[in-house]
């Protein structure tokens, strides 16, 4: 990667979520970016699928620092707070550990802007150097103030929800106190940046009390992937984007394979879905990138 005289450094960061999402929209970003002049590179969570779409001559591509353990014993998470915390953000040694390693990385890219794509830690380090930095993505990833419950659908203890975020702020402390910072009034000030963009509509927000807000609208890319339809048919077309971890992911197949439709479904992992031949005969799979345009 040649880097222009006097380029500005950007650095797009992914660290939570999954899925192609965060990827196609951020090399739709640093597409554009390259236009104006700026050298941009990738910290990412998942580098097998950042590889086919960052070619090497465009883009410095590294593995961005994450939590890859599990919190047992504990509910799934209703808020920020509780998300952080199955994130690794419960313990101020890994935490501190992690945020060592996104001001490695900014320093070896010798960053002057963070971009962060759903990434709280690369948030927190880039607040611990006085490094620029915007978010970027869909709504859940930058929480509304204060951090509402999204687990609507059960009750959630206020008890809970209260200590939860009392620990993850206390952990956040203890590490920008470890890097000469002050600390936060409360965790929702964590997410304060210079900027925010939103990549969906204000009807599709996660949070839909937000207000005014900056939203970039759904980013769709054009000639990027597979055209996913070979040919014409006066069938309806669905595409389905499924998860191998999808919840009742077996009576979904089933239910598409019922309609009287040309039925294409992503599915990245298909090996544990015992499914009958007649089903498999009535849609398409596959685990490639679809060109949404098409």
């Known amino acids: 990667m040649t880097k222009p005289d006097n380029s500005p450094n950007i650095v797009i960061c992914w660290e939570l979520g999954g899925g192609l999402g965060h ?48 919190l047992h014993d504990w509910a799934p998470p209703a808020d920020y707070a509780e998300l952080l915390l199955h994130a690794g953000w419960g313990q101020a ?11 490695g990385l900014f320093d070896a890219l010798n960053a002057d802007l963070i971009i962060a794509d759903h990434s709280p830690t690369a948030v927190l380090a880039a607040r611990t150097q006085g490094t620029p930095c915007v978010q970027w993505g869909h709504g859940f990833g930058v929480p509304t103030r204060p951090w509402p419950v ?35 009034d409360a965790p929702d000030q964590l997410l304060n940046t210079a900027a925010c963009f939103l990549t969906t509509w204000p009807e599709l927000d996660h949070y839909p009390d937000r207000g ?9 890319p054009a000639g990027i992937g597979e055209v996913p339809w070979a040919v014409d048919s006066a069938l309806p077309r669905i595409f389905a984007y499924l998860r191998p971890n999808l919840p009742g992911l077996p009576a979904v197949i089933r239910a598409l394979a019922a309609l009287d439709a040309d039925v294409l479904v992503h599915l990245s992992d298909r090996s544990g879905l015992e499914l009958a031949t007649t089903t498999l005969d009535r849609l398409r799979f596959t685990d490639r990138l679809i060109d949404i345009h098409a």
């Open 150 to 184: 999204f687990r609507t659908w059960e009750p959630t203890p206020v008890e809970r929800l209260a200590q939860v975020r009392q620990h993850v702020l206390t952990t956040v402390n203890a590490v920008l106190g470890q890097f000469g910072e002050p600390g936060l």
């Open 93 to 103: 040694s890994g935490l501190q550990a992690r945020v060592r390693g996104w001001r």
């Open 23 to 70: 990827l196609v929209k951020g090399a739709m970003l640093a597409r554009r970016l390259l236009e104006r002049s700026c050298t941009v590179s990738f910290a990412v969570r998942d580098l097998a699928s950042a590889h086919p779409l960052l070619p090497e001559d465009h883009y410095c591509l590294v593995q961005a620092p994450y939590f890859d353990g599990q």
């Open 212 to 220: 005014s807000a900056d939203y970039c609208g759904p980013l769709w």
